[in-house]
Structure formats: C-alpha cells, structure tokens
C-alpha cells in the first residue's frame, strides 16, 4: 500500500453501493451478451436442443452476412448526414443566441431550444407520423405545394431514410446549440472585442478566435451524437419500424429484430458486442483526431 | 448564460442586422415549438379536421380525444408505473450516486480519473447491447414484466448521470469548508452529509431531473422487458400505432399526456437543465482528452478493478 493515494475506508464505503450495483447491472449482463455470443442460442430451439458452444461460429457469419453490413452502413450514412447538418445548423443557432442585442426573444428561444430535447422520443416518432402521414400530414402538404404533386414520405425508401432524419435533427440540433452557446461564453470578452474591431466578417471571428474554444464542445457533440445514433431506436421504431422494405432499419433497430423477433439471440448477441466495439472505437478516433492541434 | 451583455458594442451593430437577427430568432421558435404544437392541437381536433387533406389551421376544439385516452386503462396503468419506475429509479440513483460522486470528488486514491471515466461511459453503452442478456437473465430469474427489471436495467443510465453531474458540483464546494468541519470535529461521513449535500443541492436537483426524464422517457428496455403489468406509458403509446384504423385523436392526447409534464417540467427548470446538460458534456471531452492514454472505455474497464 502507498501512502497517499490508496483507497480509505471511507472512499471505499462510499463508492462500493454504486460499484457493486453497476458491475451488477451493467457489467455482468455485458460478460453474459459476449459468453452468449459464443452459442447458439435460439430461444424457441433452447428448450429442445439446448444451446451448444460454437465457438466464433456467429461471428464468422456475421462477417458474410450481407443484411448486418447494409444496416451498418446505413447506420453511417445517417450519421454522415446528420452529423454535419446538426453541427453547422447547432453553430449558427449558437451564434444567433450569442451574438447580443432582442434579449427578450434570445431568452424566450433558449427556453424553447430545450422543448425538442425534453420530448419522449416515442412521442417524437408519433409526431413524425402525424406530420408525414400521406393523406393528412402536414408536411406532405407544404411539400406538395412545392411541388405540384404529392409525394409518400414514409412509404418510399429514400425519403423515408429523409423524414426520420429531420425527426432526428429537429430533436437534437437544439442540443448541439446550446453546448455550443456554452461554450461560446467562455470566450473571454476583450479578445472577442478585440477581434471585431480587426474585422466585420463573423466567420473570420469563428475560425480564429472562437474555434479553439469550441472545440472541446464539438468533441462532446461527436462523442454523443455518435453513441445516440447507434443507439438510435425509438422514434425509427414508431415511425417506420425500419421500414419500407429496410430502408431506415439502422443497427439498433437490425439488431433488436434479430433478437426478438427472430428470437436468434446469440447471432443478435454477436452483433451487439461488434456494434459496442464499433462504438468505443469510434470515440476514441474522435478524441485523437479532434484534440490534436490542442 | 450571464455574459451576454446587452448592447456591448452598439458602435458595429447596425439596425438592420438586428431585424434580421430577430426574423432568424423567431423562426428558431417557431421551428422549435412546430411539431409539439402540431401534436397538441391535433389531440383536440375531431376525426374530421384532424384527417383534412388541407391541414386546418383554425377548428372547433374537441375534448372527446382526451375522453378517450382517459377511458383507456392501459394509458393510465402505464402512466402510473412509468411515474413508479421513474420515481424509483431516480431515488436508487441518488443514493447510489451521490455519494460515489463525493468520494470522486473529495478523496484521493489510485484510479481515481479510471474510475471516474468508467462511471461516465457506462452511458455509451447501446442499450440493444444490454436489452438482450438482460431479457434472458430477467426470464431465468422470473422477473420480466415487473417494475423492478425496469428500474435495475435503468439504474445503468442513472447512476452515470448522478455520478456526472454531481461530482462536478461537489468539486466546486471550497475544500476550506472541510478542514474547517475537520477542526470542529465532524467525520468524513459528517461533512459530507452536514457540508456537501446541503451545498451541492442544486446539481443534485438537476441530475435527479435528468435521471427523472431519462427514465420516463425510455422505450427500448421497456418494449423488451415488459408484456402487461409494467408496461410504461411510451410502450403503450406505441402499442397504439397498429393496425389499419388508427385513432389519430387519442394517439395524439395520448401523446400530449406522455410529453406535457416532462416539458413544464424541464421548462420550469430550463435554465439549469442547459447547464447542467452542457456542464456535463464539456467536462467530458475536457477528462476524455486527458486520459486519451489511459486503458479504459465503455464496458471494457474492467482491468482498473484488479488493480485495486
């Protein structure tokens, strides 16, 4: 045992109910998922056949099956759209907010920013139901407008994969805005001053004063919008079931009909450990590539 | 949100930029509230205003949707075991996770930044990930379909949250406070029970929002580890949408009763809620980059505990 730092009793005893309870809960299920991935395990065959040890046999076949690999890389082209889009979109609202002058109204739209974000994402996919519904939706009818004729959004593939996108960045550019607001206040005051008086043009303003501080808030961005996105279920899930066909069936939604509607639990536990390394992956790139010039 | 000062520089601001900075703030509004607004108005529309070709702007209001929605047992059984589950699982995680953010904050021991960062990332985990072996084990221990499978797999978003947002809170209370108490003869239970909580309480009522939210607003574990006694308010939303002849009007009230006390709620505490929101995600890209090196990340953290 050193001396400073090693565990007091008092440490131990406060942290160990949150520790035990988290290994318990989240953990082991996590062993349990990876010990799984390792069988055969179809619920309705385990009763008669058991569930027999095939080795890396689900994951052998996860590498030639071909729907997995279209549900991921649909999973990536979501994200490669709406990343961007919430992130420039999340930018310009957090410079409109931060930008001073109309208080008033700055308050009042702060305040709103948070209705999106605080919505049940079941009830936002019911939303998306009523806004692109054929018949009476409203969206379909302002499209029409546009248009001329009216189009199907939830029936036809593409646009589908588009409605179920403005459902994701309606719900989550308002967040983008205000990590980005957050940290466009700690700008210190004189240097953005200082900045101004050198030049009008506000991107200049962003890129070179702005940016180093905003950063760190990006980072947060990519990190949680990638994990939301490959979480994402719940508004997909109500508004097109991953359909038509498997048009907006992203990983999550893949992985959960697998699993309990094929009931091929072990294939389904396979996808999910390769879809959580995925993840971790991913955020560590982010962190890499993103902090290097600080 | 206190630095914006109104006017700081009028000098570079001319008048007609203002009007176009008010015109793109209200659109932002208008934006934001649309599709909640759409919903809402929609749950008091008749049948036939709702299901108009030409969406209708100005109707008769109807409360006959709600009759309905209220007239269906599912919705309010799942309304009351989502406010139990979320109740429940907001309370485990303050108790579990308060006082684990203490010792995060306040005391020094090896792994500290390790353990840390492993409280935070069991909130990356996809919940796919943990819905199934969670579905088994839940069936082998006969416990699907109660509140207490619900609030178990919850406490796995929960507790992170606590730890996240409190700890930082807790690291902002001056530690002359606690040598203070020290001299005065409090123990280290005492001061945290005397001194931090009391002064932490803000951040406590922010997480135990979140935590509030979070839970009421889950549907992934809910549609999986429940069939009809627990089921959640969303789940039974969701059950809603089958069929041919959809009852827009009371899928729409439906909705509304789901989404309207979460909204007042948050709305109420909007201002700490961004801070707390943004709070959180700043401080984790900050701790991520420092421990780019370090081993851990989400459910792979284990090696840190055989350090021990």
């Known amino acids: ?294 | 949100m206190t630095t914006s000062q109104p006017d700081s520089n009028p000098a570079l601001r001319a008048p007609r930029l203002a009007i176009g900075h008010l015109i793109a703030l209200l659109v932002i509004i208008a934006l934001c509230v649309f599709p909640f607004y759409w919903m809402v108005t929609a749950s008091f529309k008749d049948q036939q205003d709702l299901l108009a070709g030409t969406p209708r702007l100005f109707f008769q209001p109807t409360l006959e949707n709600y009759q309905r929605a209220a007239a269906n047992s599912d919705l309010v059984v799942g309304l009351g075991n989502s406010l139990v589950v979320a109740l429940a699982t907001t309370a485990m995680a303050l108790i579990l996770g308060i006082p684990a953010a203490y010792a995060l904050a306040r005391f020094e021991f090896r792994a500290k930044r390790d353990l840390w960062f492993w409280f935070i990332t069991n909130r990356m985990i996809t919940p796919i990930v943990l819905a199934l072996p969670f579905f088994i084990l839940a069936r082998n221990l006969r416990i699907l379909d109660t509140w207490l499978v619900l609030i178990l797999i919850y406490l796995t978003f929960s507790v992170p949250i606590v730890v996240w947002i409190c700890s930082d809170q807790f690291r902002n209370i001056p530690k002359e406070l606690d040598e203070a108490a020290t001299l005065e003869g409090y123990s280290s239970f005492g001061i945290f029970w005397k001194i931090g909580i009391p002064l932490a309480a803000p951040g406590i009522a922010v997480s135990a929002i979140f935590s509030f939210i979070f839970s009421w607003n889950e549907l992934l574990y809910a549609l999986v580890l429940t069939r009809d006694h627990a089921r959640t308010a969303p789940v039974v939303a969701t059950n809603l949408m089958s069929g041919y002849e959809l009852p827009w009007g009371q899928i729409m009230a439906t909705g509304t009763l789901i989404v309207l006390p979460v909204i007042i709620f948050s709305l109420i505490v909007s201002r700490q809620l961004v801070r707390g929101l943004t709070m959180g995600a700043i401080s984790l890209s900050r701790v991520e980059s420092r421990s780019v090196g370090s081993c851990c990340s989400g459910g792979f953290a284990i090696p840190m505990f055989q350090r021990r």
């Open chain 1, 1 to 294: 045992m050193t001396k400073k730092k090693t565990y007091p009793t008092h440490a131990f005893f406060f942290l160990a109910p949150a520790v035990i309870v988290l290994l318990l809960v989240g953990i082991y299920p996590l062993l349990f998922a990876a010990w799984n991935s390792l069988h055969e395990f179809i619920l309705p065959r385990v009763a008669r056949y058991g569930s027999p040890f095939v080795w890396f046999q689900n994951y052998l076949s996860l590498l030639s099956d071909q729907s997995f690999r279209e549900a991921l890389t649909r999973t990536f082209v979501f994200l490669l759209i709406n990343l961007p889009i919430q992130l420039v979109l999340g930018t310009g609202i957090a410079l409109l907010l931060h930008k001073p002058g109309n208080e008033l109204v700055k308050n009042i739209s702060r305040v709103c920013l948070v209705i999106p974000m605080a919505t049940t994402f079941a009830v936002v996919g019911l939303m998306g139901r009523l806004m692109f519904n054929n018949d009476f939706g409203i969206i379909t009818y302002l499209w029409s407008l546009v248009l001329g004729h009216r189009v199907e959004w939830l029936a036809d593939p593409n646009l589908a994969f588009v409605s179920i996108s403005i459902m994701d960045c309606w719900q989550w550019t308002p967040f983008c805005a205000l990590v980005l607001l957050s940290s466009l206040t700690m700008v210190p005051i004189e240097v953005e001053e200082a900045a101004r008086l050198e030049t009008d043009k506000w991107w200049h303003v962003l890129w070179r004063v702005q940016l180093p501080f905003i950063l760190p808030g990006i980072t947060a961005i990519l990190i949680l919008r990638t994990a939301d996105i490959l979480k994402m279920f719940d508004v997909i899930f109500i508004m097109t079931r991953g359909g038509p066909g498997s048009a907006t069936e992203l990983i999550s939604i893949f992985i959960q009909r697998v699993g309990f509607r094929a009931f091929d639990q072990g294939m389904a536990s396979a996808q999910a450990i390769v879809m959580l390394v995925i993840s971790i992956v991913l955020s560590r790139i982010y962190i890499r590539f993103v902090y290097r010039e600080i």
